[in-house]
């Protein structure tokens, strides 16, 4: 498995070719991920940008790399 403490700063959403496979939950998440403008200088804290990222995530149903859930305050380990 990834090292989900890792993964933060900016990030793009893509459709093929991503550096980690991710399935959103409610519950039970390997990460807890805050969507932020600016700062995501934190493990959890995901700047979404359209390009140059530090990693590219696919949303996927099943079998991803990791679970993440959305925050909008305490993001990283649960």
Known sequence: MADVMKVYGKIQYVD??????VEV????????VEE????????GKWQ???SFPDYKIQKV???GDFKI???TSFPGKP
Do not use: G, T
Not at 16 to 21: I, L, Q
């Open 16 to 21: 093929s070719f991503p550096d980690y496979r």
């Open 25 to 32: 939950v409610s519950s039970f998440p390997d990460l807890k």
């Open 36 to 43: 932020v403008s600016s700062f995501a200088d934190a493990p």
């Open 48 to 50: 979404i940008v359209d």
């Open 61 to 63: 149903s099943s079998f």
């Open 69 to 71: 859930q959305y925050v």
